[in-house]
């Protein structure tokens, strides 16, 4: 058997996504993305069983670059809202370069009838947004975090609808629409006694 060329994940994900970028998510298919790398589609098989994984891929990168957000000096020093906010505007603005391609797979997850993706897309969200709460130190157990799981499950969607729609390079109208729906949440925590305050550490 001929030993297949030496390919990474990643070098796969941005190859299938400069073709994306010229097909659109409906239109690429794996051959071309082999065929840029110059390997054959098994190279591309063992890192990706299907076109649908390359959507996770993509996210998962996103989710990268938001837990890295912590890391930065001044990070600590902000209270809940700000912690929330910077996190998942990291996550927007590391998918705003691929934004129509993004576009495309969102779409396609979301097709009427495909129950099939659509069902590992909703366990995708709540991955996202576990990772949201952890990266932003979130206290809470038990019916808390499950009731403030079910709301920053809820802004995280609409805000990721207003990203969809979002024409600003800069992304300021998605910025401030997240910060309209913490200030909401934060409201709320202050009058609904079974949930944590929020962290102003």
Do not use: C, Y
């Amino acid at each position: 058997m001929t030993e297949q060329p030496h390919v990474s994940a990643d070098a796969i994900l941005d190859a299938a996504l400069a073709e994306a970028r010229e097909t659109g998510w409906e239109g690429l298919r794996l051959a071309p993305v082999a065929r840029r790398l110059g390997v054959g589609l098994t190279a591309v098989q063992h890192h990706f069983r299907e076109k649908d994984e390359l959507i996770d891929a993509r996210l998962d990168r996103a989710d990268a670059a938001m837990l890295a957000v912590p890391e930065q000096p001044d990070f600590p020093r902000l209270n809940s809202v700000g912690r929330l906010h910077r996190l998942l505007m990291a996550w927007f603005e590391d998918l705003q370069q691929d934004r129509v391609v993004v576009q495309g797979m969102l779409a396609h997850k979301m097709e009427f009838g495909h129950i099939h993706v659509q069902f590992p897309l909703l366990l995708r969200v709540s991955r996202t947004v576990q990772w949201w709460r952890e990266a932003a130190d979130r206290p809470g157990v038990h019916l808390a975090r499950a009731v403030e799981e079910t709301a920053l499950t809820t802004l995280f969607l609409s805000t990721v609808v207003r990203w969809l729609r979002d024409d600003d390079p800069t992304l300021a109208p998605t910025g401030r629409f997240l910060e309209q729906g913490l200030r909401r949440l934060q409201t709320v925590h202050r009058w609904l006694p079974l949930l944590p305050r929020p962290h102003q550490g």
